[in-house]
């Protein structure tokens, strides 16, 4: 068996800079910066529990719960009467457009998120909602609604009703992690995850325009997984997330979850260990190791498992806490990055409340490939305070930002090979919960961060959400 790959503790290499004409000066890209442009509110008035310690209105993992189109931004939650929503707003406007889609929230779970996803070649908007580990609720907008916004009115008429399946395509009966991914040729891809947390599966579906197709799960439960405590023989594999880059890779990282608690040091931790990165040239039908070489195939018998090599970047026990499902992103060159989080070694080899832990000693770390092709961790000098997740974005010349618990704001600038992390916006005045969601699309578009948050409260009094924007380097 091959060894792991492990992250590189080398200094990244310098490029060698290519000549310039005489008399000419090349311009200094900028380093990151961020500076509030405003801030709107959705609803005064949304659904407040927490669950899992987190909002159904704000997990980060939500994908899209924010998303930008043809110079509109979009938003989707739950009202406090449960009621499915949809915004819209144009690019920089102050008031949002809302319509109800038909659909009331089933549960006091903050699993149940609403995602949302744009088909490019038909200019619909889909909605995946309500579920966890059973049957979810799938809306899609008519034909053409995203591609004329200022022609074609915000009205419930534009939505079908309410779905069990995907236009009669029945999945899985457990359900979870609905995340819409957009196709260079402009087709939409669903993943989700089918079975329970500690033993499911990754897959996908695709719609080309005119109907959806089952193209089959990807990850294994199986196999024997071994730390130093006990072992495992089943388990589910978290996404940090998946993403095109420009050149149509499609990226995902992940750490593993192991059903039995024997793997940990404490019953009182998680059973996450190991972040690995897996890729796919062709669609998400084949996926290759960073070394390339194939170790599953969508919808077929090899799928990836805990048990291939090459598949870890960042080898951690299940002792630390650390968190899944955290955020993930690719620059300019197709290079993948990934945020993680856990509790550092320094602060003890065994945490024993995973909450208490991490919110006390939790640190997050920014993990990329570099143009060596060598694996770089940084420590993000930003204590979490939290428990729960942070988001990373890079903007238009690759400076990296963690948009941390709170609406937190750190980065760190291309130039110095994301080495200079330090916090550039505090979160005050916003009184945010927690997580947040980020609008991916956004950034690229016309370099904007929205972010999307909602504010604190007590119980179940509802409170308000709102999206606060800030202006990236031009």
Same mark, same amino acid.
């Given at each position: 068996?091959?060894?792991?790959?492990?992250?590189?503790?080398?200094?990244?290499?310098?490029?060698?800079?290519?000549?310039?004409?005489?008399?000419?000066?090349?311009?200094?890209?900028?380093?990151?910066?961020?500076?509030?442009?405003?801030?709107?509110?959705?609803?005064?008035?949304?659904?407040? &529990?927490?669950?899992?310690? =987190?909002?159904?209105?704000?997990?980060?993992?939500?994908?899209?719960?924010?998303?930008?189109?043809?110079?509109?931004?979009?938003?989707?939650?739950?009202?406090?009467?449960?009621?499915?929503?949809?915004?819209?707003?144009?690019?920089?406007?102050?008031?949002?457009?809302?319509?109800?889609?038909?659909?009331?929230?089933?549960?006091?779970?903050?699993?149940?998120?609403?995602?949302?996803?744009?088909?490019?070649?038909?200019?619909?908007?889909?909605?995946?909602?309500?579920?966890?580990?059973?049957?979810?609720?799938?809306?899609?907008?008519?034909?053409?609604?995203?591609?004329?916004?200022?022609?074609?009115?915000?009205?419930?008429?534009?939505?079908?009703?309410?779905?069990?399946?995907?236009?009669?395509?029945?999945?899985?009966?457990?359900?979870?992690?609905?995340?819409?991914?957009?196709?260079?040729?402009?087709?939409?891809?669903?993943?989700?995850?089918?079975?329970?947390?500690?033993?499911?599966?990754?897959?996908?579906?695709?719609?080309?325009?005119?109907?959806?197709?089952?193209?089959?799960?990807?990850?294994?439960?199986?196999?024997?997984?071994?730390?130093?405590?006990?072992?495992?023989?089943?388990?589910?594999?978290?996404?940090?997330?998946?993403?095109?880059? !420009?050149?149509?890779?499609?990226?995902?990282?992940?750490?593993?979850?192991?059903?039995?608690?024997?793997?940990?040091?404490?019953?009182?931790?998680?059973?996450?260990?190991?972040?690995?990165?897996?890729?796919?040239?062709?669609?998400?039908?084949?996926?290759?190791?960073?070394?390339?070489?194939?170790?599953?195939?969508?919808?077929?018998?090899?799928?990836?498992?805990?048990?291939?090599?090459?598949?870890?970047?960042?080898?951690?026990?299940?002792?630390?806490?650390?968190?899944?499902?955290?955020?993930?992103?690719?620059?300019?060159?197709?290079?993948?990055?990934?945020?993680?989080?856990?509790?550092?070694? !320094?602060?003890?080899?065994?945490?024993?409340?995973?909450?208490?832990?991490?919110?006390?000693?939790?640190?997050?770390?920014?993990?990329?490939?570099?143009?060596?092709?060598?694996?770089?961790?940084?420590?993000?000098?930003?204590?979490?305070?939290?428990?729960?997740?942070?988001?990373?974005?890079?903007?238009?010349?690759?400076?990296?930002?963690?948009?941390?618990?709170?609406?937190?704001?750190?980065?760190?600038?291309?130039?110095?090979?994301?080495?200079?992390?330090?916090?550039?916006?505090?979160?005050? =005045?916003?009184?945010? &919960?927690?997580?947040?969601?980020?609008?991916?699309?956004?950034?690229?578009?016309?370099?904007?961060?929205?972010?999307?948050?909602?504010?604190?409260?007590?119980?179940?009094?509802?409170?308000?959400?709102?999206?606060?924007?800030?202006?990236?380097?031009?």
């Amino acid at each position: 068996m091959r060894r792991r790959t492990l992250l590189a503790g080398a200094l990244l290499g310098t490029a060698a800079a290519p000549a310039l004409a005489a008399g000419t000066a090349r311009a200094a890209a900028p380093g990151p910066s961020v500076t509030r442009t405003g801030s709107t509110t959705l609803d005064n008035r949304a659904i407040y &529990f927490v669950s899992y310690d =987190g909002l159904v209105n704000n997990n980060s993992f939500q994908k899209n719960g924010l998303l930008t189109h043809e110079g509109h931004q979009y938003a989707a939650w739950y009202t406090a009467d449960r009621n499915a929503v949809v915004g819209r707003r144009a690019l920089g406007a102050s008031t949002w457009q809302t319509v109800r889609v038909g659909h009331t929230l089933r549960y006091d779970d903050s699993h149940n998120v609403i995602s949302m996803g744009v088909s490019r070649t038909d200019g619909r908007l889909h909605l995946n909602m309500d579920s966890h580990s059973d049957g979810f609720t799938y809306v899609k907008s008519v034909a053409g609604l995203l591609d004329d916004p200022t022609g074609l009115s915000w009205t419930a008429s534009r939505f079908g009703a309410p779905q069990s399946t995907l236009d009669g395509l029945a999945l899985t009966p457990q359900f979870t992690y609905p995340q819409f991914v957009a196709t260079p040729e402009g087709r939409l891809q669903l993943s989700y995850r089918a079975g329970v947390s500690g033993n499911g599966r990754n897959a996908l579906a695709e719609y080309d325009g005119s109907r959806w197709t089952a193209l089959g799960e990807w990850s294994a439960s199986t196999g024997t997984y071994t730390s130093e405590h006990g072992s495992s023989t089943a388990r589910n594999m978290y996404l940090h997330g998946i993403d095109y880059d !420009r050149g149509g890779r499609l990226h995902a990282f992940f750490t593993w979850r192991e059903q039995n608690g024997a793997v940990m040091c404490s019953g009182g931790g998680i059973t996450n260990h190991d972040t690995g990165y897996v890729h796919s040239d062709d669609r998400g039908r084949t996926w290759r190791d960073d070394a390339g070489t194939v170790v599953g195939r969508t919808g077929g018998s090899d799928r990836v498992s805990v048990t291939d090599p090459g598949l870890v970047v960042d080898p951690l026990n299940p002792d630390h806490s650390l968190m899944n499902q955290e955020s993930q992103s690719t620059d300019s060159a197709g290079r993948p990055h990934a945020v993680i989080s856990y509790v550092p070694g !320094r602060f003890g080899q065994c945490t024993t409340d995973y909450v208490a832990d991490r919110t006390a000693n939790g640190r997050a770390f920014h993990v990329r490939r570099t143009a060596a092709g060598t694996w770089r961790k940084t420590e993000i000098p930003v204590p979490l305070n939290s428990s729960q997740r942070t988001r990373l974005v890079l903007d238009r010349y690759d400076n990296a930002y963690a948009v941390f618990p709170y609406g937190r704001i750190a980065a760190a600038s291309a130039a110095l090979g994301h080495t200079d992390w330090k916090l550039l916006y505090d979160g005050a =005045g916003l009184n945010a &919960f927690g997580e947040v969601v980020v609008d991916e699309t956004r950034v690229a578009q016309d370099g904007v961060l929205s972010v999307m948050y909602q504010e604190k409260s007590t119980g179940t009094t509802p409170s308000p959400l709102h999206v606060v924007d800030f202006r990236l380097p031009a």
